[in-house]
């Protein structure tokens, strides 16, 4: 991203952080705020909004770092997770994680190198009935197996 561009990005976090400072509690969402425009959270950015909304950047960090929803680290455009709760583990959801793995080439929390996938996981979709699953974006899939994670791969652009 281009200075130019990310300059822009912070324009747009400030504006939205003046309309709602005056409210208690804003942090978290000014956060959300944050990660859509800049797609995570890198130390620069908290360090921006703790500045903005006047807090330590201790409060800030401890809120990133303690919900697995924000990230300081780029994300594929897609991010496919793995349910690991007792009902998917049992069901094989080791070997889902292990079969992801293998067809992206990279290792569980990392993202790809062309930026399409990150590889996460999760611990529980609410979806026991369709273990193992997994969830692209948005996306529950049951079942899956060695076979539906190549279908998966491919409908994403993989």
């Given at each position: 991203?281009?200075e ?79 349910c ?12 889902v ?62």
């Amino acid at each position: 991203m281009i200075e130019a561009d990310q300059g822009k990005l912070y324009d747009e976090l400030k504006q939205y952080i003046d309309t709602v400072k005056s409210k208690p509690g804003i942090l978290i969402s000014v956060l959300h705020k944050a990660q859509g425009l800049f797609g995570y959270l890198p130390v620069e950015v908290q360090k921006f909004i703790a500045m903005q909304l006047n807090l330590p950047f201790s409060q800030v960090y401890g809120v990133v770092t303690f919900y697995n929803f924000f990230s300081m680290k780029p994300k594929g455009k897609h991010v496919i997770n793995v349910c690991l709760g007792t009902a998917c583990y049992v069901k094989g959801a080791e070997k889902v994680v292990t079969n992801f793995e293998d067809a992206l080439h990279i290792k569980m929390g990392e993202t790809t190198s062309d930026k399409m996938f990150t590889l996460s996981s999760a611990r529980c979709f609410g979806a026991c009935g369709l273990a193992p699953a997994v969830m692209v974006d948005d996306e529950v899939y049951g079942q899956v197996d060695k076979k539906k994670i190549g279908e998966i791969i491919k409908k994403y652009g993989g």
